[in-house]
C-alpha cells in the first residue's frame, strides 16, 4: 500500500503583501506528476489547505481544479482532507457528500451529539465518522483515522494536551475494536511537543506557554503511523519512531528560508511496517537574505552583493523563476538615502523585495538598569519609569541623556503623578 502525505498547503497566502497563486499553482501541478508516476493508493492532507476561513475564489478554483485533475489522473487513489486551524471547518466539509462520490473524503469537524441519561445529559462523540476504511490495489487493508484540529470545544478538559491525547488514543482502540487486524493510519494537525519550530518570525501559530503542546512519548497502543500538519518544518515528532510532520509546501517566512518542502511516499508492507520515501519539492521562488550573516556591509558592499546575488531584470517584466529578498541594514551604517538607493538597485534585478530589517547595534545598557531582569509583568509595574525612559532615549539616539534632559523627565513624571 502505498500513501502520500502532505498537508499546509495555505492556499491563498500572501507572502508580505505578494499574491501566491501562481506558486501553488506550480506546487499542485508537481504534485500531480507525482500521482501519475507513483500511482499511490491514497492522498492525505492534513489540514491548513487554505490560509484563512474565507479563501478567494481563484484560491478554491485551483483546489478543486487539483481534485478533478487528481481524480482523473488516479482514478482508483482514495483522496483524504482534514481541516486545520487556519481552514473553515464548515467551508471544507459544505461539498462532502458531492466529493464522497469521487472517493474524496473530507472531515472538517468532529461530529458530537447531546443524549438525556439518567445521569444527566452526557455528550457523545461520533468516532466511527472520522475512521475512513482503504484497501490498496494489492489487497493490503487499513484505515484512516482523519482527526481535523481539535478545537476546545471538542476536547473539554483542564488540560488541552491531556484531552487531545485522550481523544487520538480513544478513537485508536475504536479503530482497533472495529477493524481488528488493519493498518492503523492517523492523520491530525497539532503542534506535538518537542517540535522544531522558527524562533525567529515564526510563522505557526503557537500559542505561548505551550498549553497546546501534544506529547506523543509513552504511547503503548499507538497508530501504525501518524502523519501530521501545523508545523512547517518537516521532522519526526519528539519521543515517536511512528509519527512525523510532512512540513509546509512553501516557506511561510524568511525564518523557513532553508526548509525542505514536498511530501511523503509512505510505503506500507502487509504486517503494518512503513518505509518513508521524502519526494523533494523545489519551490518556484527562492527566498533570498542580503546579508546571509550579520556582516556590517557599507551601502557600497551591500549594492555590490545585491548585484553578484540577482540576476537582472529582462526589461521591466519579472521572470517566472524571481526572488524573493530581504535586505539586513545597520541603522548606525545607513542614512535613510542609502537604504532607497538599495531598494532601488533590488527593483532593476528579478527579484521582489519583501522586507527591509534594520539591524540595530548591540548597546550595553547594564549601567542604567543596575544589571536587573525584568522576568515578570511585576518587575515591570515596580520598576521606576525612569530607568525605561533612559533606555528608550539610549536605543534611538544611541547616547545617554543630559543631565537637564534627565531632570524635564523627572519633572513632567512627578507632575503625571499629581493630576
Known sequence: ???????????????????????????????????????????????????????????????????????HECPQMKIIITAGNHDSANRLEAPRTLLSRNHIEVRGSVRQQWKVTDNGTRRSINYEDLIIPLTAADGTEAVVLAVPFLRSDVVQGESYSDS??????????????????????????????????????????????????????????????????????????WGTTWARYTGSVLPMSFAEKDYHHGVDMVTFSKDGTSQVEFLEYIPQHQLVILPEDDAELTPKKLKKLIDESLDARTGDKL?????????????????????????????????????????????????????????????????????????????????????????????????????
Not at 355 to 381: A, F, N, R, Y
Open 164 to 237: 487531545v491525547n485522550d481523544f487520538l488514543q480513544a478513537l485508536t482502540r475504536e479503530a482497533r475494536q472495529r477493524y481488528p487486524g488493519r493498518i492503523v493510519i492517523m492523520m491530525a494537525h497539532m503542534y506535538a511537543k518537542g517540535a522544531d519550530i522558527a524562533k525567529n518570525d515564526a510563522s505557526e501559530k503557537i500559542v505561548i506557554g505551550g498549553q497546546e503542546e501534544v506529547s506523543m512519548k509513552g504511547w503503548e497502543d499507538h497508530p501504525d503511523y501518524l502523519t501530521c500538519g501545523h508545523i512547517h518544518k518537516r521532522q519526526h515528532i
Open 1 to 71: 500500500m502505498k500513501i502520500i502525505a502532505t498537508s499546509d498547503w495555505h492556499l491563498g497566502n500572501l507572502f508580505h503583501g505578494n499574491d501566491r497563486l501562481k506558486e501553488h499553482e506550480h506546487f499542485l501541478k508537481w504534485l500531480l506528476d507525482q500521482i501519475k508516476s507513483q500511482q499511490p493508493d491514497a492522498l492525505l492532507v492534513a489540514g491548513d489547505v487554505f490560509d484563512n476561513g474565507n479563501p478567494s475564489a481563484a484560491a478554491q478554483e485551483a483546489y478543486y481544479g487539483f481534485l478533478t485533475d487528481a481524480t
Open 319 to 419: 521572470g517566472d523563476d524571481f526572488k524573493y529578498v530581504m535586505l539586513k541594514v545597520r541603522r548606525d551604517r545607513m542614512k535613510n538615502d542609502d537604504v532607497k538607493m538599495l531598494e532601488n538597485e533590488v527593483a532593476t534585478r528579478d527579484a521582489v523585495l519583501c522586507k527591509t530589517q534594520k539591524i540595530m547595534p548591540e548597546l550595553e545598557i547594564t549601567t542604567i538598569t543596575g544589571g536587573k531582569k525584568v522576568t515578570s509583568i511585576e518587575d515591570i509595574l515596580n520598576r521606576d519609569p525612569m530607568d525605561t525612559l533612559k533606555e528608550a532615549f539610549l536605543v534611538k539616539n544611541e547616547k545617554e541623556m543630559s543631565e537637564h534632559q534627565e531632570q524635564m523627565l523627572r519633572n513632567l513624571l512627578e507632575n503625571i503623578k499629581h493630576e
